[in-house]
C-alpha cells in the first residue's frame, strides 16, 4: 500500500513553502524546502463578509497554514506483492471480484500524483480530484461529539449497543428535517457509516440476482459494488463496460438526463442528483419522468441526495418530493459534505414503507435484517455530532460550510467560463464538469498535472460517456483553488 | 420497531426504585414508583481493592444509579407492518434473505422479555441476555476522542477522508501490542468498525460459492450472512439446520472442540475462541489440530478472536501463535468488549499477505478491494480512541475493564456451582454456559425469567448443539449481577 503525505505550509507573505512527500513502499521519501511565488490570493468582500463567523474568520486572509492530508486518491492501491510462499488453499478466489479492472479510478490518479510527485519534487501540487472536504467542522457539532465521548466515561452517560438502525431522537430529527411533509416517518430512517456503505449494503439486499443500471457518467462505487455481488457480466474492453448493466448516458445533449425511451428496464436504477461528476441537478420535470418510468416498469430507484444541501431554487433536493416516489425509491445520503463529515463517518438512507418486492413483501423489513447481521450502527458519538447537525445552529454552520463550497465552485466556473471552455454542472453541487471536446480526458488530466501541477479528474474515469470531460472538485482551501485556477488561466491563456 | 427503555434508580438505601418503561409500537407506556426490597449486596475485599484504582471506586458501593439502557435485546425485531399500498415493485425478494428464520434469537428474546415486563410491570428486570457492555469508558480513551473531535475544528487539526483501511499508526500499534513476534505487520491489519461489519464483508468477499463451517453453537451472525450471500440450502426444521453448512458440534463430551475426524471439508470455517456462547477457549494442542486440519483441507479458518483479552495462562490469544496459520487463517477482533466500544463501534481484521487462494492470488488483496469498494474507514475519533486504548495506560485501563468483567463472570460460575449445576466456560470468557440436563433451553429460559426476572439467552438460539444450556452474560453493574444470582439462588435452592 502506498502512502503519500503533501503537507504545505505557508508563512504570513506566502514565500516560505515546506513541500513533504513520504511514500512508504516502491518510492523515496523526499523533503525539500523551497521559495515559490504565491500570488496573492484576494477574496471579494462579499466572501470575506460572508465568512466573518463562526470560524469561517480564518479564511478570510491568506495567512494560513495549508494541510492538504494525505491524498486519498492514493488509498486504493493495492498491496505491495505478498511474499511468494509455497502454500496455496484450496479456496476459488470469488469470480465477481476478479472481474474488477485493475485501473480502479482514484488509484490510477494516485500512481500519476505519485510519479508527478517524484518527477517535481519541489512543486506545490494542489488536489481538486478527490471530493475530499478541507474546511472544519462547525464547533457547535464537534463540542456535542466530544461532550458525547467525555460522557461515555461516566455511568449515567454510559451507552453499549445502540440499534443498528440508529439513536431514535437522530432518526426523528432527520425524518423532519430533510423529510417534513413528505410522509417519510422516523422508522423508515437507517442511520448509517456513510453512503458507500450502505450502497454495499444495498447490493448485498438485493442480491445477485437483480439487473441495474446507473447513469453515465457516475460514481464508481454503484458499478463496483454491482460487480462484486455478481449482478453482471465481464468487463467488455471495447466499449469499456461491464456487461448486464444498463448505462444511461447523460451528456450535455440530454441536458444529463438519460433518454429513457432508450433505457432497457432494470430492477434498480441508481440515480444520483446533484450528479457526481457531472454537477448537474435533475430538475423536478425530470424527475418525475424517472418515477414514472421505475413506476411503469416496477423498478427500484436508488437516489443517492449526498449533494442535495448544494441545490438551490425549485430544483427537488428528495426524491420523496415526487409524488408516487415512496413506491419506487430509496434515498442514501450522507453528512459528509455539508458538515465535513468525510472522517467522522455518518449518513442514512430511506426506506419507505411503501415500497414493496413484487410479492408484496416490505423492502424495508429485508434491509433492517442486512443493516441487523451486518452492522451495529453508526458510533455513538458521530450520531451525537449529526444531532448537532440538526439543532438550529448545526442547519446554519452545515449551510455556511455548504456556501463555501459553492463560492470555491463559482470561482472554478468563472475561471473555465472566461478561458472560453463549455462548463457544466457548479451551479447545484461542488462538481464543475469541464468540455474538452475531441481530447481524451486522461490526455487533459496528464497536461494539466504535468503543466499546472493540478490534480483533477478525469471524465472517463467515471463511464465511458466521461470521455472529453475533466472534473474539477470545488473541495479546497480557498487559497488552493484560487492558485489553482490561476495556473489554469496560465495554462490555457 | 418496538423501542424500549428500562432505566432503574436506586437510591442510597436502594429502598425507592423507578422502573420505566417505553415501548413505541405495540404497547403501552407504563411508569410506576415502588419500594423494593433490594438485598444489600457487598463485595469481597479483594474485589473492592481491586477496582479501588482509576475510575472505579463507583463499582465499590451500591450507592449507583443502574442505568441498563435501551435493551439491545430487541433492536432486530421487524418493523411494524406497512400500510398496505396497492402498488407493488417488479423486483423479486432475494431468496436467501427469505432462508433465515423469522425467529431469530435476539428479537424473540426481545418480545419475550417485553411481554413479561407488561406482566409485571413493577419487576425489576435484570438482563444478563446479549453481550452488552455496561461500565464507563476509562477516562484516558475518551479524553483522546473528545480532543480529536475538537481538533476538526481547527484548520491544523482537520482529517477528511481517511485510508479505508484505517490510520496508519493505529494498524501499526495494533501490530505491535498484539500480533508481536507473530509475523504480522502493520499492512495485513484493516481497522474497521466492528467485527460484525468485517463478518459480513468477509462473506462478501468469498462470495456465494464457498461452502462453510460453523461451531455448533456460535454466534448466530456466522449463519446468518453466510445465508444471506446464498451459501446454503433452506432451512431444515427437523434439525434446525440450514442445508449445506457444516455444524462442528462442540459440547462437554468433546471438551467443546469439535471431532475433526467427523467434520466434512469446507472453504471456510468459522471458529471463535473464547467463544461465544459456551465461553470455552481452545487450547494451544486444539488449535495446532485446528490449523492442521484447515492446511490439510486447504480451507480457511476465520477466527473471531472478540473476546481474546478474557484469556489468561498459555492459552493462545490468537490464531497466528499456531505455526503456519498465517497460510490459512483471517483473524477478527474488537475494541468492543475491552474498552466498552460496543455503541463506538472499532475493530479489525488481520488478513495475512501469505494466505492465498487456490490460484495464488493473495486473499488481503481482495478484501482490500471490498473494504475500498464498500466501506470508507471507521471514524476517525474512533480510531483516536482505539490508539489510546493501546497507549500504556489505555492497555492497563482495558485490563481493569476485562478483569471486572471476569469478577463478575466468577461471581455467576461461583452461584451456579454452588446450586449442583454443570457449570462451563467463564474462566477464559465473560461469557458462563450453564448445563440443565434433558430440559429445553427456551423453558429454562423461561422460568429464570418468570420466577427471577433476569434475562438470560436460551442455548438452543446459538445453533441446536445449544439445546438444554443457558448462557448467563458477566456484562453487567455489579449491583445487577450480585442481585441476579441472589435470585438464582432463591429459584433453585
Not at 68 to 81: E, G, H, L, M, Y
Not at 86 to 95: E, P
Amino acid at each position: 500500500m502506498n502512502e503519500f503525505r503533501n503537507s504545505l505550509l505557508g508563512n504570513d507573505n506566502d514565500k516560505l513553502q515546506v513541500v513533504f512527500l513520504v511514500q512508504s513502499n516502491h518510492f523515496l521519501i523526499t523533503m525539500s524546502l523551497l521559495q515559490h511565488n504565491h500570488v496573492a490570493a484576494s477574496l471579494s468582500s462579499s466572501t470575506s463578509a460572508f465568512f466573518a463567523q463562526n470560524g469561517f474568520d480564518v479564511l478570510r486572509t491568506q495567512i494560513v497554514s495549508l494541510p492538504t492530508k494525505k491524498a486519498a486518491v492514493c488509498k486504493c492501491v493495492a498491496t505491495s506483492p505478498a511474499e511468494q510462499t509455497a502454500y496455496k488453499t484450496k479456496v476459488s478466489r470469488n469470480g465477481n471480484i476478479a472481474k474488477l479492472q485493475a485501473g480502479y479510478l482514484f488509484p490510477e490518479i494516485g500512481r500519476r500524483k505519485a510519479a508527478h510527485m517524484l518527477k517535481y519534487p519541489d512543486a506545490q501540487v494542489i488536489s481538486l480530484g478527490i471530493g475530499d472536504t478541507t474546511e472544519p467542522i462547525p464547533d457547535v457539532i464537534t463540542s456535542a461529539m466530544a461532550k458525547r465521548a467525555l460522557a461515555l466515561s461516566t455511568i449515567e452517560g454510559y451507552t453499549g449497543y445502540g440499534a443498528e438502525q440508529g439513536e431514535k431522537e437522530l432518526r426523528a430529527r432527520l425524518a423532519s428535517t430533510f423529510y417534513s411533509n413528505l410522509g417519510i416517518e422516523e422508522d423508515d430512517i437507517f442511520v448509517s457509516d456513510g453512503a458507500k456503505s450502505d450502497i454495499s449494503r444495498l447490493q448485498v439486499l438485493f442480491g445477485s440476482n437483480v439487473t441495474m443500471a446507473v447513469q453515465d457518467p457516475s460514481y464508481p462505487a454503484y458499478v463496483d459494488s454491482s460487480v462484486i455481488m455478481g449482478q453482471t457480466g465481464q468487463f467488455q474492453k471495447d466499449v469499456e463496460k461491464f456487461a448486464n448493466i444498463e448505462y444511461m448516458k447523460c451528456t450535455p445533449e440530454n441536458d444529463f438526463f438519460p433518454d429513457l425511451s432508450k433505457v432497457s428496464r432494470t430492477d434498480i436504477m441508481f440515480f444520483c442528483s446533484p450528479n457526481n461528476p457531472t454537477g448537474s441537478a435533475a430538475s423536478r420535470e425530470q424527475l418525475i419522468q424517472l418515477v414514472k418510468f421505475a413506476k411503469d416498469n416496477g423498478s427500484i430507484i436508488i437516489y443517492d441526495s449526498a449533494y442535495a444541501m448544494y441545490v438551490s431554487g425549485d430544483t427537488p433536493k428528495s426524491i420523496f418530493e415526487i409524488p408516487g416516489a415512496k413506491e419506487v425509491a430509496i434515498e442514501t445520503a450522507s453528512f459528509s459534505k455539508y458538515a465535513g463529515f468525510t472522517g467522522v463517518r455518518l449518513g442514512w438512507t430511506v426506506v419507505p414503507k411503501e415500497l414493496k418486492y413484487s410479492d408484496g413483501f416490505p423492502v424495508a423489513k429485508d434491509f433492517n435484517r442486512i443493516v441487523c447481521t451486518g452492522f451495529n450502527g453508526a458510533s455513538n458519538i458521530a450520531q451525537a455530532g449529526g444531532l448537532a447537525c440538526l439543532s438550529p445552529e448545526g442547519l446554519a454552520a452545515m449551510h455556511q460550510v455548504v456556501g463555501f463550497y459553492k463560492e470555491n465552485t463559482q470561482i472554478i466556473v468563472d475561471t473555465f467560463t472566461s478561458l472560453g471552455f463549455k462548463v457544466y454542472g457548479g451551479k447545484d453541487a461542488p462538481y464543475v464538469w469541464v468540455h474538452f471536446p475531441g481530447q481524451s480526458s486522461w490526455d487533459v488530466f496528464s497536461e494539466i498535472l504535468e503543466k499546472t501541477h493540478v490534480v483533477t479528474t478525469p471524465g472517463s474515469g467515471f463511464g465511458p460517456a466521461g470521455e472529453g470531460f475533466v472534473r474539477v472538485s470545488a473541495f479546497g482551501h480557498r487559497n488552493n483553488v484560487l492558485e489553482a485556477c490561476r495556473r489554469f488561466k496560465e495554462l490555457y491563456k
